[in-house]
């Protein structure tokens, strides 16, 4: 099955590449640009077909891994 | 004083590490592979600069998972003296050594110059050598060095005397103008509540020798030399 991992920045921890964008945004004259964040987004095809299964796996990837919970938080969408 | 340093796909200041230990203890360091599982008996390890595994990820965050980081941190827990410079800090955050992140620079660009730091404790065997409150001279090169962790995690760090330098001004002073990156309280520096395992954004391998321009990186070897005479 898919594993579909979204990977953010956790609130209160500043993003200078998505304010850049933001800035870059408003530059080409996209007003109402209120803030942009930005992320990683991964995705995994695994052997596992059991959701119920799979979702402490791919956790655990995130939390080893995909994602430093220092500063991210992750997202996890299991398909098929 | 036994050295070892680690090599990694992507290392690029690992020689230099070595020229500079070698320099000022004597003795050449051993080059260890990442791939090796096995360190040798070392007194000191030094994670070298660099970009390890093409910063794929996050930086430092492969290298914190290859098989020889196991070992590192194995030593460190023994006591053996762990220094993480540039990569080196990120891949010890990452493993979860030290603690906090590295992140993109605030300005998000890469630097390389010379900044001054201001020696916060003597009260290490890596920063001995110097004078508390002493300012010197070590250059940077890096993208991703801007210092964070939670609040909390600062205040401890400071409470327990584990910030070993900050970025400064000529006078000494952490302005914001002084921090290149960004760093959460213009921290460049910081130890582990054992005081062996030192990270730190800057490059003191780069200026230990007089040809290259200085020697304030020198005492951080001759530190650690001192701590085994």
Same mark, same amino acid.
């Given at each position: 099955?898919?594993?579909?991992?979204?990977?953010?920045?956790?609130?209160?921890?500043?993003?200078?590449?998505?304010?850049?964008?933001?800035?870059?945004?408003?530059?080409?004259?996209?007003?109402?640009?209120?803030?942009?964040?930005?992320?990683?987004?991964?995705?995994?095809?695994?052997?596992?077909?059991?959701?119920?299964?799979?979702?402490?796996?791919?956790?655990?990837?995130?939390?080893?891994?995909?994602?430093?919970?220092?500063?991210?938080?992750?997202?996890?969408?299991?398909?098929? | 004083?036994?050295?070892?340093?680690?090599?990694?796909?992507?290392?690029?200041?690992?020689?230099?590490?070595?020229?500079?230990?070698?320099?000022?203890?004597?003795?050449?360091?051993?080059?260890?592979?990442?791939?090796?599982? =096995?360190?040798?008996?070392?007194? !000191? #390890?030094?994670? $070298?600069?660099?970009?390890?595994? /093409?910063? +794929?990820?996050?930086?430092? &965050?492969?290298?914190?998972?290859?098989?020889?980081?196991?070992?590192?941190?194995?030593?460190?827990?023994?006591?053996?003296?762990?220094?993480?410079?540039?990569?080196?800090?990120?891949?010890?955050?990452?493993?979860?050594?030290?603690?906090?992140?590295?992140?993109?620079?605030?300005?998000?660009?890469?630097?390389?110059?010379?900044?001054?730091?201001?020696?916060?404790?003597?009260?290490?065997?890596?920063?001995? =050598?110097?004078?508390?409150?002493? !300012? #010197?001279?070590? $250059?940077?090169?890096?993208?991703? /060095?801007? +210092?964070?962790?939670?609040? &909390?995690?600062?205040?401890?760090?400071?409470?327990?005397?584990?910030?070993?330098?900050?970025?400064?001004?000529?006078?000494?002073?952490?302005?914001?103008?002084?921090?290149?990156?960004?760093?959460?309280?213009?921290?460049?520096?910081?130890?582990?509540?054992?005081?062996?395992?030192?990270?730190?954004?800057?490059?003191?391998?780069?200026?230990?020798?007089?040809?290259?321009?200085?020697?304030?990186?020198?005492?951080?070897?001759?530190?650690?030399?001192?701590?085994?005479?």
């Amino acid at each position: 099955m898919k594993a579909k991992v979204h990977v953010t920045l956790k609130s209160g921890v500043l993003d200078p590449q998505g304010k850049a964008v933001s800035h870059a945004l408003t530059a080409l004259g996209f007003d109402g640009v209120l803030g942009v964040r930005q992320g990683k987004y991964i995705e995994l095809d695994i052997a596992e077909t059991d959701p119920v299964k799979a979702k402490p796996l791919v956790e655990d990837m995130c939390r080893k891994l995909l994602a430093n919970t220092v500063i991210e938080n992750f997202a996890i969408d299991l398909e098929g | 004083m036994k050295a070892a340093v680690i090599v990694f796909p992507g290392s690029n200041c690992d020689r230099d590490a070595a020229t500079a230990l070698e320099l000022i203890t004597g003795r050449k360091p051993q080059m260890v592979w990442h791939g090796d599982a =096995a360190l040798p008996d070392v007194d !000191v #390890i030094v994670v $070298p600069g660099g970009f390890s595994y /093409g910063d +794929y990820l996050r930086s430092g &965050a492969m290298a914190a998972h290859s098989p020889i980081m196991a070992s590192v941190k194995a030593a460190a827990d023994k006591g053996v003296r762990v220094m993480g410079i540039c990569n080196g800090f990120q891949v010890l955050t990452e493993a979860g050594m030290l603690p906090g992140v590295l992140m993109r620079n605030r300005d998000l660009k890469f630097i390389c110059r010379d900044v001054l730091l201001r020696v916060e404790t003597t009260a290490s065997e890596f920063t001995s =050598a110097y004078t508390k409150g002493q !300012v #010197i001279r070590i $250059p940077v090169a890096h993208h991703d /060095g801007n +210092y964070f962790a939670e609040p &909390a995690v600062l205040d401890e760090l400071e409470s327990q005397d584990r910030v070993a330098f900050r970025y400064c001004d000529a006078a000494g002073a952490t302005t914001e103008a002084a921090n290149p990156n960004g760093s959460q309280r213009n921290i460049a520096g910081i130890l582990n509540a054992r005081r062996n395992v030192l990270g730190m954004m800057p490059h003191p391998e780069r200026l230990a020798d007089p040809l290259l321009g200085g020697t304030d990186g020198a005492p951080m070897f001759t530190a650690l030399l001192n701590a085994f005479a």
